[in-house]
Nanobody
Framework: QVQFVESGGGLVQPGGSLRLSCVAS????????LAWYRQTPGKQRDFVAR???????LLIDSVRGRFTTSTDSAKNTVYLQMNRLKPEDTAVYFC????????WGQGTQVTVSS
């Protein structure tokens, strides 16, 4: 069974930065198969970033230019570097495969507030 362990969230002021990590185990063979999602209370979980089959990073419009994603294949880990954070980035961030499977990790809370 695949497992995802997200970490790196926290409370940060607007304009600040955080780096999220996600370690995948189980049937995920490459961190390039992973994607980032986020969810706010009462809303559905939304896609944030992933890699294409050509290993090109794709990010949603609202975070492009501020967020970047990277990988460490030796650790089967994907990262989300978040810069110039805004209050609307506040959410629980998850990783999963793309498209997502049924099993999710606990996520990591990101709160952007002054």
């Amino acid at each position: 069974q695949v497992q995802f362990v997200e970490s790196g969230g926290g409370l940060v002021q607007p304009g600040g930065s955080l780096r999220l990590s996600c370690v995948a185990s189980g049937s995920v063979s490459s961190p390039y198969d992973l994607a980032w999602y986020r969810q706010t209370p009462g809303k559905q979980r939304d896609f944030v970033a992933r890699y294409t089959s050509g290993r090109v990073a794709l990010l949603i419009d609202s975070v492009r230019g501020r967020f970047t994603t990277s990988t460490d294949s030796a650790k089967n880990t994907v990262y989300l570097q978040m810069n110039r954070l805004k209050p609307e980035d506040t959410a629980v961030y998850f990783c999963n495969t793309w498209p997502p499977g049924a099993h999710w990790g606990q996520g990591t809370q990101v709160t952007v507030s002054s």
